[in-house]
Nanobody
Framework: QVQLVESGGGLVQPGGSLRLSCTASGFTFSSSAMNWYRQVPGKERELVAAISSAGGSTSYADAVKGRFTISRDNAKNTVYLQINNLKPEDTAIYFC?????????????WGQGTQVTVSS
């Protein structure tokens, strides 16, 4: 079955950096675009970055452009989110996400999330 496992979150001071990782299993990782979302309690989940299956195309939410970098290593079945110059408003749970085809149509899969807290 499809599994997505995030890691790398933590407590960081403003201006600091983190690299989040998401390791996938249960499907052909190299054939799937991957996404990172984040969610603050009481707010909707927000797409922050996406990467194509081969890694040649990426996109970012306006709020994170220039500070977040999404990348992937298909040999390791892992997608990364490098976060630089962290701001308090980046505090959220960060989720790895993908869509996979099923016999009943596409289904989306989520990891359990990793908490990022930016505070001095």
């Amino acid at each position: 079955q499809v599994q997505l496992v995030e890691s790398g979150g933590g407590l960081v001071q403003p201006g600091g950096s983190l690299r989040l990782s998401c390791t996938a299993s249960g499907f052909t990782f190299s054939s799937s675009a991957m996404n990172w979302y984040r969610q603050v309690p009481g707010k909707e989940r927000e797409l922050v970055a996406a990467i194509s299956s081969a890694g040649g195309s990426t996109s970012y939410a306006d709020a994170v452009k220039g500070r977040f970098t999404i990348s992937r290593d298909n040999a390791k079945n892992t997608v990364y989110l490098q976060i630089n110059n962290l701001k308090p408003e980046d505090t959220a749970i960060y989720f790895c996400h993908c869509w996979r085809p099923t016999g009943w149509g596409p289904r989306d899969y989520w990891g359990q999330g990793t908490q990022v807290t930016v505070s001095s």
